[in-house]
Protein backbone atom coordinates (compact mmCIF):
# COMPACT_ATOMS: atom_id res chain seq x y z
CA UNK A 1 0.00 0.00 0.00
CA UNK A 2 1.97 3.25 -1.54
CA UNK A 3 1.83 6.11 1.35
CA UNK A 4 3.46 9.25 0.87
CA UNK A 5 6.03 9.88 3.64
CA UNK A 6 6.94 13.11 5.92
CA UNK A 7 9.20 13.38 9.06
CA UNK A 8 9.34 14.62 11.42
CA UNK A 9 5.89 13.83 12.58
CA UNK A 10 5.77 16.59 15.32
CA UNK A 11 9.01 19.94 15.61
CA UNK A 12 8.74 22.28 18.65
CA UNK A 13 11.61 24.93 17.83
CA UNK A 14 12.63 28.46 19.19
CA UNK A 15 12.15 31.40 16.82
CA UNK A 16 14.76 31.69 15.14
CA UNK A 17 15.64 28.89 14.38
CA UNK A 18 15.65 26.57 10.96
CA UNK A 19 13.33 24.22 10.14
CA UNK A 20 13.62 21.79 7.63
CA UNK A 21 10.81 19.26 6.80
CA UNK A 22 11.12 16.13 4.16
CA UNK A 23 8.55 14.23 2.34
CA UNK A 24 8.80 11.51 0.29
CA UNK A 25 6.01 11.23 -2.51
CA UNK A 26 4.57 7.83 -3.73
CA UNK A 27 6.75 6.27 -6.03
CA UNK A 28 5.52 7.25 -9.32
CA UNK A 29 3.33 10.46 -9.25
CA UNK A 30 4.66 13.24 -10.84
CA UNK A 31 3.25 16.24 -8.91
CA UNK A 32 4.31 16.76 -5.21
CA UNK A 33 2.50 19.76 -3.18
CA UNK A 34 3.42 21.32 -0.12
CA UNK A 35 0.02 22.33 2.31
CA UNK A 36 -0.41 24.24 5.11
CA UNK A 37 -2.90 23.88 7.68
CA UNK A 38 -4.09 26.12 11.17
CA UNK A 39 -7.58 26.77 12.70
CA UNK A 40 -7.83 30.13 11.23
CA UNK A 41 -6.94 29.99 7.45
CA UNK A 42 -8.09 26.13 7.00
CA UNK A 43 -5.89 24.44 4.26
CA UNK A 44 -3.30 27.04 2.01
CA UNK A 45 -1.13 25.56 -0.57
CA UNK A 46 2.50 26.85 -0.74
CA UNK A 47 4.27 25.14 -3.23
CA UNK A 48 3.95 22.71 -6.23
CA UNK A 49 5.94 20.96 -8.21
CA UNK A 50 5.41 18.73 -11.40
CA UNK A 51 8.05 16.45 -12.88
CA UNK A 52 10.46 18.04 -10.12
CA UNK A 53 10.16 21.46 -11.38
CA UNK A 54 8.27 24.34 -9.17
CA UNK A 55 5.41 25.28 -10.80
CA UNK A 56 3.40 27.46 -8.24
CA UNK A 57 4.74 28.58 -5.11
CA UNK A 58 2.68 31.86 -4.72
CA UNK A 59 1.30 31.28 -1.44
CA UNK A 60 4.52 30.51 0.43
CA UNK A 61 6.33 33.45 1.94
CA UNK A 62 9.20 34.05 -0.13
CA UNK A 63 11.67 36.08 2.51
CA UNK A 64 11.95 32.68 4.94
CA UNK A 65 10.14 29.45 3.37
CA UNK A 66 11.61 28.02 0.79
CA UNK A 67 10.68 24.52 -1.31
CA UNK A 68 13.02 22.54 -3.34
CA UNK A 69 12.69 18.56 -4.51
CA UNK A 70 16.49 17.34 -4.99
CA UNK A 71 15.16 14.18 -6.22
CA UNK A 72 12.24 12.51 -7.34
CA UNK A 73 12.02 10.83 -4.36
CA UNK A 74 12.84 13.37 -1.78
CA UNK A 75 10.81 16.86 -1.22
CA UNK A 76 11.84 19.68 1.04
CA UNK A 77 10.27 22.56 3.00
CA UNK A 78 12.35 24.81 4.84
CA UNK A 79 11.62 27.58 7.36
CA UNK A 80 14.56 30.00 8.06
CA UNK A 81 14.33 32.07 10.38
CA UNK A 82 11.18 30.47 11.90
CA UNK A 83 8.72 32.84 13.76
CA UNK A 84 5.88 31.72 15.69
CA UNK A 85 3.27 32.41 13.33
CA UNK A 86 4.75 29.57 11.61
CA UNK A 87 3.12 27.11 13.28
CA UNK A 88 1.25 24.75 11.84
CA UNK A 89 0.64 21.33 10.57
CA UNK A 90 2.21 21.13 7.51
CA UNK A 91 1.23 18.51 4.46
CA UNK A 92 3.09 16.84 1.85
CA UNK A 93 0.70 15.14 -1.05
CA UNK A 94 1.21 13.70 -4.05
CA UNK A 95 -0.70 12.74 -7.12
CA UNK A 96 -0.30 11.43 -10.94
CA UNK A 97 -1.70 14.35 -13.45
CA UNK A 98 -2.34 11.86 -16.38
CA UNK A 99 -2.96 14.97 -18.89
CA UNK A 100 -2.23 18.50 -19.82
CA UNK A 101 -6.23 18.87 -18.96
CA UNK A 102 -4.75 18.67 -14.55
CA UNK A 103 -7.45 15.80 -14.37
CA UNK A 104 -5.19 14.30 -11.17
CA UNK A 105 -5.82 13.38 -7.16
CA UNK A 106 -3.74 14.00 -4.48
CA UNK A 107 -2.55 11.80 -1.93
CA UNK A 108 -1.49 13.33 1.56
CA UNK A 109 0.86 12.43 3.99
CA UNK A 110 0.64 12.62 7.74
CA UNK A 111 1.69 15.85 8.35
CA UNK A 112 4.70 17.38 10.51
CA UNK A 113 3.45 19.31 13.45
CA UNK A 114 5.30 22.24 13.89
CA UNK A 115 5.54 24.64 17.12
CA UNK A 116 7.36 27.31 16.91
CA UNK A 117 7.75 28.98 20.36
CA UNK B 1 -15.43 36.37 -2.48
CA UNK B 2 -13.50 33.53 -1.57
CA UNK B 3 -12.16 30.90 -4.44
CA UNK B 4 -13.80 28.17 -2.60
CA UNK B 5 -16.32 28.35 -0.22
CA UNK B 6 -18.06 25.47 2.12
CA UNK B 7 -20.44 26.35 5.07
CA UNK B 8 -18.68 24.92 7.89
CA UNK B 9 -21.45 23.72 10.08
CA UNK B 10 -21.39 21.62 11.72
CA UNK B 11 -24.17 19.47 10.08
CA UNK B 12 -25.59 17.26 13.26
CA UNK B 13 -27.73 14.13 12.46
CA UNK B 14 -28.75 10.87 14.23
CA UNK B 15 -27.20 8.30 12.86
CA UNK B 16 -29.25 6.96 9.52
CA UNK B 17 -30.24 10.43 8.20
CA UNK B 18 -29.26 11.61 4.71
CA UNK B 19 -27.43 14.38 4.35
CA UNK B 20 -25.86 16.79 1.79
CA UNK B 21 -23.12 19.42 1.34
CA UNK B 22 -22.28 21.32 -1.46
CA UNK B 23 -19.49 23.67 -1.80
CA UNK B 24 -19.38 26.63 -4.56
CA UNK B 25 -16.26 27.87 -6.16
CA UNK B 26 -15.57 31.24 -8.45
CA UNK B 27 -12.79 29.87 -10.81
CA UNK B 28 -15.10 29.31 -14.28
CA UNK B 29 -12.35 27.52 -15.49
CA UNK B 30 -12.22 24.70 -13.02
CA UNK B 31 -11.45 21.30 -14.51
CA UNK B 32 -11.59 19.02 -12.13
CA UNK B 33 -13.29 18.67 -8.76
CA UNK B 34 -12.74 16.47 -5.47
CA UNK B 35 -14.38 15.60 -2.24
CA UNK B 36 -11.93 14.95 0.89
CA UNK B 37 -12.53 13.43 4.05
CA UNK B 38 -10.38 15.23 6.73
CA UNK B 39 -10.70 13.32 10.62
CA UNK B 40 -9.25 15.06 13.60
CA UNK B 41 -6.27 15.39 14.05
CA UNK B 42 -5.58 13.25 10.79
CA UNK B 43 -4.87 14.25 7.27
CA UNK B 44 -6.78 14.76 3.89
CA UNK B 45 -8.02 11.65 2.52
CA UNK B 46 -9.73 11.37 -1.13
CA UNK B 47 -13.83 10.47 -0.30
CA UNK B 48 -14.26 10.50 -4.32
CA UNK B 49 -13.50 12.67 -7.73
CA UNK B 50 -16.74 14.36 -8.63
CA UNK B 51 -17.66 14.01 -12.52
CA UNK B 52 -19.85 16.20 -15.40
CA UNK B 53 -22.14 12.92 -15.02
CA UNK B 54 -22.25 12.59 -11.45
CA UNK B 55 -21.19 9.50 -9.41
CA UNK B 56 -22.55 7.08 -6.70
CA UNK B 57 -20.02 5.32 -3.96
CA UNK B 58 -22.04 3.23 -2.13
CA UNK B 59 -23.96 5.48 0.10
CA UNK B 60 -22.17 8.55 -0.74
CA UNK B 61 -23.18 10.42 -4.20
CA UNK B 62 -20.98 13.42 -5.74
CA UNK B 63 -22.65 15.57 -8.52
CA UNK B 64 -21.23 18.48 -10.64
CA UNK B 65 -23.20 21.76 -11.65
CA UNK B 66 -21.21 24.09 -13.89
CA UNK B 67 -23.65 26.12 -14.81
CA UNK B 68 -23.97 27.15 -11.21
CA UNK B 69 -20.76 26.48 -10.22
CA UNK B 70 -21.27 24.21 -7.63
CA UNK B 71 -20.25 20.83 -6.70
CA UNK B 72 -22.60 18.73 -4.11
CA UNK B 73 -22.31 15.97 -1.94
CA UNK B 74 -25.16 13.68 -0.49
CA UNK B 75 -24.28 10.94 2.43
CA UNK B 76 -27.26 8.50 2.85
CA UNK B 77 -28.11 6.13 6.07
CA UNK B 78 -24.93 8.15 7.71
CA UNK B 79 -23.29 6.19 10.61
CA UNK B 80 -21.69 7.07 13.46
CA UNK B 81 -18.16 6.96 11.58
CA UNK B 82 -19.15 9.24 8.82
CA UNK B 83 -18.20 12.00 11.68
CA UNK B 84 -15.52 14.31 9.96
CA UNK B 85 -14.73 17.86 7.94
CA UNK B 86 -15.63 17.44 4.66
CA UNK B 87 -13.19 19.26 2.11
CA UNK B 88 -14.11 20.10 -1.49
CA UNK B 89 -11.15 20.78 -3.67
CA UNK B 90 -11.38 22.41 -7.46
CA UNK B 91 -8.52 22.42 -9.90
CA UNK B 92 -8.63 26.03 -11.34
CA UNK B 93 -6.44 27.28 -14.37
CA UNK B 94 -3.90 29.45 -13.39
CA UNK B 95 -1.44 30.31 -16.61
CA UNK B 96 -0.06 27.11 -17.77
CA UNK B 97 -1.50 24.86 -14.56
CA UNK B 98 -3.90 23.71 -12.98
CA UNK B 99 -3.99 24.61 -9.33
CA UNK B 100 -6.18 23.09 -6.54
CA UNK B 101 -7.84 24.89 -3.69
CA UNK B 102 -9.31 23.78 -0.95
CA UNK B 103 -12.19 24.78 0.92
CA UNK B 104 -12.63 25.24 4.55
CA UNK B 105 -14.27 22.28 4.98
CA UNK B 106 -17.96 21.52 6.23
CA UNK B 107 -18.40 19.57 9.90
CA UNK B 108 -20.32 16.43 9.98
CA UNK B 109 -21.27 15.29 13.56
CA UNK B 110 -23.27 11.77 13.30
CA UNK B 111 -25.00 10.89 16.58
CA UNK B 112 -27.01 7.76 18.07
Known amino acids: DARVTQTPRHKVTEMGQEVTMRCQPILGHNTVFWYRQTMMQGLELLAYFRNRAPLDDSGMPKDRFSAEMPDATLATLKIQPSEPRDSAVYFCASGLEYTTSGVYEQYFGPGTRLTVT | ?112
Open chain 2, 1 to 112: RKEVEQDPGPFNVPEGATVAFNCTYSNSASQSFFWYRQDCRKEPKLLMSVYSSGNEDGRFTAQLNRASQYISLLIRDSKLSDSATYLCVVNGRSGGSYIPTFGRGTSLIVHP
